[in-house]
């Protein structure tokens, strides 16, 4: 059977994840995103994963969820559907996930790059939310996650029209920091995620939950648990490592202790 | 491949596109939109097709509008000309700027109106010497479209596209090329060898690096000194993998001609 998600270690520290069902335009099927989810799993746990870089291909991230599996459902079979407990899997993944989204990212596959930490687009990237021309809402956190990353305003127009968001515009409103011609995003995308890989990685997981935690919390409680994170990182090695590499004007080497 | 309001022929890998209603012109209407539109669309993917030429038959090059297709009721309400701006004229002129390989204009006789701006989205433009340009949009109370207030303030500078526009006279092919509006003037009745040879010469280029200089100079207009070096830096990148690097820096090193498959 073709896998439905290829994945490999490109460079150190770098777990790079490919959906790969191109003949179905990547459709996030419940198959794919169970798989995703235990890849997901099986990183968290494999101490040589630093960063997770998650692709599709030149002309498709992720076209959708699966239509066809979606018709068959009624409101009783949602009800107990497993696919909220999967995206709350990916949701709760404590390493950092690069996306490198070419192409078409619609629906879920949008939704999913919204569940990523840094998203680096190629020239070509389309984003949108046509669930409305379906008769229904996003169900993946789109409406919640795009007006926390937009404001209102867009994430009303882009879930109600189901307009397509260029690649420019994902940019201008901060779905992604960088556009980059199409031929190069999965190796920028690399190059970063290598980089953050080589950062002290107990520091990566706590700004990684420090930044997530800001739609959850109040100010003064982030800040609170900002301190903490602080204080708690003063007892690692990386960070004695880290000011040690400074002061003696070396590349520091981190053991994520 | 049957049309009524072009001629197209592929010959020695260039795509020849005729507009051919010489009886208005080679004024645009619905039908030459739709024509034309198809037949870009196809050479765009088309990879034996590496050079494309736009002219037109007859003694115009292109009127723009087909203004019979507009005749507007006094009595009924205003037109929407947005309507087809959006719909053809935009999209078509988009498709030559995005073109991955070079476009040729053959400006054989009057570009006027959208004809006009359809030549200055090419690019290279080569007029005969009896050819014109006129913004003609101003005698109608309109406003130049098809890209017209954006390439033009580019090419020729702020005053010279102001007195152009506001002004709507015929601009003769000799000052246009004097002003850097177009790239060359030929004898009419050696228009058509000097375009052959120049487009049969583009065909036999690198035709993927051809389209990324193509694409770096497009954008230049709209970035930062910085931003136009990290451009050129990625573009390089994405050439330097190009089957037709490798072929032109082995030829070069084997003192031979390169042959380039536009790959």
């Known amino acids: 059977m073709q896998e439905l998600i290829k994945a490999e270690i490109t460079v150190d520290g770098v777990m790079l994840l490919t959906l790969n069902r191109a003949e179905k335009r990547n459709a996030l099927n419940n198959a794919t995103l169970q798989y995703l989810c235990e890849l997901f799993e099986e990183a968290e746990h494999n101490s040589r994963v630093k960063v997770v870089v998650l692709t599709g291909n030149p002309y498709c991230f992720a076209a959708g969820a699966d239509l066809s599996e979606l018709a068959e459902m009624d409101a009783v079979a949602l009800q107990l559907d497993i696919r909220p407990k999967l995206w709350q899997k990916i949701d709760a993944f404590t390493k950092p996930i690069v996306a490198a989204v070419n192409g078409y990212a619609l629906g879920a596959g949008f939704e999913l790059v919204l569940h990523t930490d840094i998203v680096l687009c190629g020239e070509n990237a389309k984003f949108g939310l046509p669930e409305i021309g379906l008769g229904m809402l996003p169900g993946a956190g789109g409406t919640q996650r795009l007006a926390r990353l937009v404001g209102q305003q867009l994430a009303m127009r882009w879930a109600m029209t189901g307009e397509m968001i260029s690649a420019k515009q994902a940019q201008q409103h901060g779905i992604c920091s960088e556009v980059v011609p199409t031929a190069l995003t999965l190796e920028y995308a690399i190059q970063l995620a290598s980089k953050i890989a080589k950062q002290a990685p107990l520091a990566i997981r706590v700004i990684k939950q420090s930044i997530k935690s800001i739609h959850e919390i109040t100010l003064s409680q982030g800040l609170k648990s900002e301190r903490q994170n602080f204080v708690w990182l003063a007892a690692t090695k990386d960070r004695n490592e880290g000011i040690n590499a400074f002061f003696e004007k070396r590349k520091p080497i981190f053991r994520g202790e | ?263």
């Not at chain 2, 709507?168 to 002003?179: F, H, M, S």
């Not at chain 2, 036999?204 to 230049?220: C, D, E, R």
Request: proline share 4%.
């Open chain 2, 1 to 263: 491949m049957d049309y009524k309001n072009i001629i197209v022929e592929e010959k020695n890998g260039v795509g020849y596109l005729t507009l051919n209603r010489p009886q208005a012109l080679n004024s645009f209407n619905v039908d030459m939109h739709h024509e034309v539109a198809e037949v870009l669309n196809l050479w765009a993917k088309k990879q034996d097709v590496r050079c494309i030429v736009i002219s037109g038959e007859g003694r115009g090059f292109c009127a723009g509008q087909d203004l019979g297709d507009r005749v507007v009721d006094p009595n009924a309400a205003a037109p929407d000309l947005g309507y087809s701006i959006e719909t053809y004229y935009n999209p078509l002129i988009k498709m030559i700027v995005n073109m991955p390989k070079p476009v040729i204009c053959a400006v054989n006789g009057v570009a006027a109106g959208a004809g006009a701006n359809i030549a200055l989205a090419c690019d290279l433009v080569i007029a005969a010497k009896s050819a014109n340009f006129v913004q003609a949009f101003c005698r109608l109370g309109l406003v130049p479209d098809s890209g017209g207030t954006w390439f033009l303030p580019r090419s020729v500078g702020h005053a010279r596209a102001m007195g152009l526009t506001l002004l709507g006279d015929k601009l003769p092919a000799e000052t246009a090329k004097e002003w850097g509006m177009i790239w060359d003037v030929a004898e009419d009745t050696e228009l058509k060898t000097k375009v052959t040879e120049l487009a049969e010469r583009l065909a036999k280029q690198p035709t993927f690096g051809l389209s990324l200089i193509k694409k770096a100079i497009h954008q230049s207009r709209n970035h930062s000194f910085d931003e136009q070096m990290h451009l050129e830096r990625d573009f390089q990148r994405i050439a330097g993998r190009s089957e037709d690097y490798r072929e032109g820096v082995q030829a070069f090193m084997n003192k031979r001609e390169p042959n380039f498959q536009g790959l």
